[in-house]
């Protein structure tokens, strides 16, 4: 299974897509959550939407400047990052698992990961 991101380089208070195409298997009865990482921290939760679309969870640093939909057609996700922040400078990594969680540890399948880095 392939999960394909693509990150880049942006200023502060830009605007970013990421994206994630899922290939060798349908993800859309899972939940997709998306998540980051800066170098010597853990990775924490950015936010998920259900299977149907009809719930999304947001990181209380990233709510109200990001959104999350995704394309169940198209087996693909997408993060819209608004406003974008240095401190949102991480690797940005989607998950796809079967229930409503923000703990890592409840998502089975993990893209590889996208770096995105927000300069000032």
């Known amino acids: 299974v392939q999960r394909r991101l693509w990150g880049g380089l942006v200023q502060a208070g830009d605007s970013l897509r990421l994206s994630c195409a899922a290939s060798?298997?349908?993800?859309?009865?899972?939940?997709m959550g998306w998540f980051r990482q800066v170098p010597g921290k853990e990775r924490e939760f950015v936010a998920a939407?259900?299977?149907?679309?009809?719930?999304?969870d947001f990181a209380d640093s990233v709510k109200a400047r990001f959104t999350i939909s995704r394309d169940s057609a198209k087996n693909t996700g997408y993060l819209q990052m608004n406003s974008l922040k240095p401190e949102d400078t991480a690797v940005y990594y989607c998950?796809?698992?079967?229930?409503?969680?923000?703990?890592?540890?409840?998502?089975?399948?993990w893209g590889q990961g996208t770096l995105v880095t927000v300069s000032s």
């Open positions: 998950a796809a698992g079967p229930r409503l969680a923000r703990r890592e540890d409840e998502y089975d399948y």
């Open positions: 060798g298997r349908t993800f859309h009865s899972y939940v």
């Open positions: 939407i259900s299977w149907s679309g009809g719930w999304t």
